[in-house]
């Protein structure tokens, strides 16, 4: 089968590729932006603008995928506050330019669009585990792009006959993420602490908030088990199904440390609106294909301050 995985500069991507080449012998090839550097073998890498519905067309017609994932966006919720223009160029515009290539080529690949838990947005405490057919109540811009991603690919399922399917994926986390994402930075910065590079403080935000967090190796099992056997038309949940407070993230990834640390709220990370708690309902992936996580939150932390531990060395 060949794969074709769009955005794959990112944190997630590398991770999906060597799962779809050394698990499931796929023959795969990869796009990125032109500032992007990504070295992984035996894969073809191009460098693609997604507001250049031409280059994609140009593209899909040579490559001629069986498989697609749209993972290019801009997936920093806090960035997007900051540059809600660009968030909403590459996340909205950017998918509508893939969906109107795929819809001119003269066969249907298989598509997986990746929205984000983020889209749930204000939870009702009732409406927790949340189900894929909850209301959407997007709380930031990020979220509201993705919602509208979301819409998108179903409007393109039902008008046009896309076999596309969607997911909502919850917090994924491990080795290399950047660290404008909370579990890489507390892990960065206990990496530095340890190195005498960072004074023994913590800079934190907003710590009450509760997420789900799930290990990216078995997110990305998650998407090719998805894009194989999904649903056309249909969103899925991926994330844990427990939802866990931002500070006893921060305790665990502190007593990996054996340095004594203290916490300080840093204004700067705090949002202009949070929602205090995203807890995805799992059952519908786990009926359509399968799929639940098996690595342990504390297995990831572990490793995750570890490799935060080796670089520079």
């Not at 090719?224 to 866990?244: F, M, P, Q």
Request: contains cysteine; charged residues 25%; negative net charge.
């Amino acid at each position: 089968m060949k794969a074709l995985v769009v955005g794959g500069g990112g944190f997630v991507g590398p991770y999906l590729v060597s799962h779809l080449t050394k698990e499931l012998g796929y023959e795969v090839n990869v796009t990125k932006t032109q500032k992007e550097i990504l070295n992984i073998a035996d894969v073809g890498i191009y460098d693609l603008d997604i507001l250049d519905i031409e280059q994609i067309k140009e593209l899909l017609n040579n490559l001629r995928p069986d498989y697609i994932f749209h993972l290019a966006a801009q997936s920093s919720v806090a960035y997007s506050w900051k540059n809600p223009a660009l968030t909403i160029d590459v996340n909205i515009k950017g998918c509508v330019n893939l969906l109107d290539a795929i819809k001119e080529l003269d066969y249907k690949p298989r598509v997986l669009l990746i929205g984000s838990g983020e889209e749930y947005g204000h939870i009702k405490q009732d409406e927790c585990p949340i189900v894929e057919d909850n209301v959407l109540r997007p709380g930031n811009i990020y979220a509201a792009t993705k919602s509208c991603q979301n819409m998108l690919g179903k409007i393109y399922a039902d008008a046009y006959g896309l076999d596309i399917m969607m997911v909502r994926a919850f917090n994924h986390i491990g080795p290399n993420q950047t660290p404008t994402f909370v579990v890489a930075d507390f892990c960065k910065q206990v990496a530095e602490i340890e190195k005498g590079i960072k004074e023994p403080i913590m800079h934190v935000g907003n710590l009450a908030a509760k997420r789900d967090f799930t290990d990216v190796r078995d997110v990305v099992k998650a998407y090719a088990l998805l894009v194989k056997g999904g649903k056309h038309g249909e969103t899925y949940n991926v994330g844990s199904g427990h939802a866990i407070a931002i500070e006893e993230i921060l305790n665990k990834i502190i007593d990996l440390s054996d340095r004594d640390i203290k916490v300080e709220v840093d204004p700067n990370k705090l949002r202009p609106v949070d929602v205090p708690i995203i807890e995805p309902d799992i059952t519908k992936i786990n009926e359509a294909v399968g799929w639940k996580p098996e690595i342990k939150l504390e297995t990831t932390l572990k490793e995750t301050l570890e490799y935060w531990r080796n670089q520079g060395d």
